[in-house]
């Protein structure tokens, strides 16, 4: 049973206007969320992360915001670019960051448009 | 600012055979994994690495071993390949654990025919 979700396997929108990309999880032990992005034929690259005692953090074009009532996160993009089109990934630490290890979600293919 | 790299980039095997995909990174990073990804899968955990010469299973370890001999190294191998293993693979590293950035290689798209 998945423990990340991006229910949305695509999002589309137009330059300059807002995406809002999504992720829920189902284990409340989960503590520090992070969001990768990757282009075709390269490796994923880090992005922006969030801790559990935070419920927003900002970086430049890139906010996430967590809700830990509803097991929900999301990372907006403003304003969108067309270089910001790729796959993005969420990402979650499970063991309050001791083995590192990340559970990922199947990702969301964003495409902006000029 | 070489960060993650992985060797090879692409390879086509035939099923039964064997292969060592090689992750080498010279972050000095404590720990490592191998990932591999699948159309509609998203990143799967195969086997990961917290230290030189300790190894633990993931989410998806069978058909795989692994060794980290070096603490820089990272190996993931293939004893009898088989098409279920076609697949893109990443190797990653972080510093420690505590929810830290990982850093990916470029991955190895491996075909088993």
């Known amino acids: 049973d998945q423990q990340v979700k991006q229910n949305s396997p695509s999002l589309s929108v137009q330059e300059g206007r807002i995406s809002i990309l999504n992720c829920d999880y189902t284990n409340s032990m989960f503590d520090y969320f992070l969001w990768y992005k990757k282009y075709p034929a390269e490796g994923p690259t880090f992005l922006i992360s969030i801790s559990s005692i935070k419920d927003k953090n900002e970086d430049g074009r890139f906010t996430v915001f967590l809700n830990k009532s509803a097991k929900h996160l999301s990372l907006h993009i403003v304003p969108s670019q067309p270089g910001d089109s790729a796959v993005y990934f969420c990402a979650a630490n499970p063991y309050g960051g001791s083995q590192g290890n990340l559970i990922f979600g199947k990702g969301t293919k964003l495409s902006v448009k000029p | 600012n070489a960060g993650v790299t992985q060797t090879p980039k692409f390879r086509v095997l035939k099923t039964g055979q064997s292969m060592t995909l090689l992750c080498a990174q010279d972050?000095?990073?404590?720990?490592m994994y191998w990932y591999r990804q699948d159309p509609g899968m998203g990143l799967r955990l195969i086997h990961y690495?917290?230290?030189?010469?300790?190894?633990a299973k993931g989410e998806v370890p069978d058909g795989y071993n692994v060794s980290r001999l070096k603490k820089q190294n990272f190996l993931l191998g293939l004893e009898s390949a088989a098409p279920s293993q076609t697949s893109v693979y990443f190797c990653?590293?972080?510093?420690?654990?505590?929810?830290?950035?990982?850093?990916f290689g470029q991955g190895t798209r491996l075909t088993v025919v």
């Open positions: 990653a590293s972080i510093l420690t654990g505590g929810g830290t950035e990982a850093f």
């Open positions: 690495s917290v230290g030189e010469g300790t190894t």
């Open positions: 972050m000095n990073h404590e720990y």
